[in-house]
């Protein structure tokens, strides 16, 4: 069975510095793994997924995240964040027909 | 225009009452699917469907229902609406139901049961 864990459900970081959210997953076939973020009221928008390839993913608005198969991590990272980054995100791991999604973690960023 | 939408955005109601979630893409994708997320915002697969086809139904109660008149739309219809009902439910969509394929997610609509 395929799962995702999400260590930190909540990371409160400054502005401008940078952050780590990080999430394990667990699956005993081909992974292809995703994150997504959630801004207040709003659905799911997709930042980044590794499918195949290269270990480091780059996405939208600064993120990457690096596939560890070793380690079976999927780590997401910003090198220097902003307020506007506030937001759930989450991380998740697919099957066929669905997304086994980890628990979320809430980014705070602070002035 | 919106990718996918979903009518309402808020729905409230009371304990008993049967009430429906309309969900449209409009990307032209074969599969779409609706999510449940709670009030820790733990989200959830409900059902999947692939060409108006029932492909996954997650254990989900007999009183939730969903309906595919056609690809493009997947309505959710529940009856008999209990207060652990209440969460933001999340239809999404994409071009087949593999595992590889990014799902496109619409805004949520909001369900409280009174």
């Known amino acids: 069975a395929q799962s995702v864990t999400q260590l930190d459900s909540q990371v409160p970081v400054f502005e401008e510095a940078p952050v780590e959210l990080r999430c394990n997953y667990s699956s005993s076939v081909s992974v292809y793994l995703f994150w997504y973020v959630q801004y207040p009221n709003q659905g799911l928008q997709l930042l980044l997924k590794?499918?195949?390839?290269?270990?480091l993913v780059k996405g939208i608005n600064g993120f990457e995240a690096e596939f560890n198969k070793s380690q079976t991590s999927f780590h997401l990272r910003k090198p220097s964040v902003h307020i506007s980054d506030t937001a759930e995100y989450f991380c998740a791991v697919t099957g066929t027909y669905k997304y086994i999604f980890g628990t979320g973690t809430r980014l705070k960023v602070l002035a | 225009d919106t990718a996918v939408s979903q009518t309402p955005k808020y729905l409230v109601t009371q304990m008993g009452n049967d009430k429906s979630i309309k969900c449209e893409q409009n990307?032209?994708?074969?599969?779409m699917y609706w999510y449940k997320q709670d009030s820790k915002k733990f989200l959830k697969i409900m059902f999947s469907?692939?060409?108006?086809?029932?492909?996954i139904n997650e254990t989900v109660p007999n009183r939730f229902s969903p309906k595919s008149p056609d690809k493009a739309h997947l309505n959710l219809h529940i009856n008999s609406l209990e207060l652990g009902d209440s969460a933001v439910y999340f239809c999404a969509s994409s071009q087949e139901g593999e595992a590889y394929n990014e799902q496109f997610f619409g805004p949520g609509t909001r369900l409280t049961v009174l």
């Open positions: 590794y499918l195949s390839g290269s270990t």
């Open positions: 990307l032209g994708h074969d599969t």
């Open positions: 469907y692939n060409n108006k086809e029932l492909i």
